[in-house]
C-alpha cells in the first residue's frame, strides 16, 4: 500500500490504521508475515503452519481482509489469500523516519516467539524495533558495527548485538547480502583492532 498523490487522506488514515493494526498484535502480523513470505494460502495452511485454531484464524484473516491487507486471491472454494505489499513512511521524530513495511511486521510477528525481540519492544516501541532492524540491516552489509550502533541507539554494546542477532534472521529472509559470513567472534576481534 505504498502512498501516492493521488490518494485522498482518508484512504491514507485507513491504510495507517490497517498498518497500525498488525502492529499491536503479533497473531496478526504472524498471519500477514507468512501470507508475504510464502504465498497465496488456503485458511487452512495457515491454521497448520502457524498452529492457529480454526475459529481464530477464520477471524483473523476476515479483520486483515477488511482492513485491506490481505485479498482473496481465488473465486473457487477454498478461497487463498494474499498479503497486500505494504509501504508506510512515518517520522518519528524531525530527524527519523521509518518505514512499515512487510519486514518490520515480520518482526513484530516474532515478538510471540522470541524474547529478545518482545523486551526490546516493550522497552524501546515499534519505532525502537524499526530503527534497529534498519541498523541490522546496514550491518549485514558491512556498513557499521554493534558498537557504531549502539552509540546510535543510546544501547550498550552488549545490548546492540543481542537485538541485532535476534532480528538477524529476518534480515536474512528479506534482503540478499553478498555472502560475507563472519562469526560474532571475528567481528568482536576485528572491532578490538580498530579500538
Given at each position: 500500500m505504498a502512498q501516492t498523490a493521488s490518494r485522498n487522506d482518508g484512504e491514507i488514515v485507513h491504510d495507517f490504521l490497517s498498518v497500525a493494526g498488525l502492529l499491536e498484535q503479533p497473531q496478526l502480523a504472524r498471519i500477514y508475515a507468512y501470507l508475504y513470505r510464502e504465498g497465496d494460502a488456503p485458511v487452512q495452511?495457515?491454521?497448520?503452519?502457524?498452529d492457529l485454531p480454526?475459529?481464530?484464524?477464520?477471524?483473523?484473516?476476515?479483520?486483515?481482509t477488511d482492513a485491506g491487507v490481505l485479498t482473496i486471491t481465488t473465486d473457487a472454494q477454498p478461497h487463498q489469500y494474499g498479503a497486500v505489499e505494504i509501504e508506510l513512511t512515518l517520522t518519528v521524530d524531525s530527524e527519523r523516519e521509518y518505514t512499515i513495511s512487510p519486514i518490520l511486521i515480520d518482526a513484530v510477528a516474532r515478538r510471540t516467539e522470541d524474547e529478545t525481540i518482545d523486551s526490546y519492544i516493550d522497552r524501546r516501541g515499534i519505532h525502537g524495533l524499526a530503527i534497529a532492524l534498519t541498523h541490522t540491516v546496514a550491518r549485514e552489509r558491512g556498513e557499521t558495527t554493534h558498537r557504531l550502533v549502539a552509540d546510535d541507539l543510546d544501547l550498550s554494546a552488549l545490548e546492540?548485538?543481542?537485538i541485532m542477532q535476534a532480528l538477524r534472521p529476518v534480515v536474512r529472509e528479506y534482503c540478499s547480502f553478498e555472502d560475507r559470513e563472519a562469526s560474532l567472534a571475528e567481528v568482536v576481534d576485528a572491532e578490538d583492532l580498530d579500538a
Open positions: 495452511e495457515l491454521m497448520d503452519a502457524l480454526q475459529g481464530s484464524a477464520y477471524t483473523y484473516v476476515n479483520r486483515l546492540a548485538e543481542v
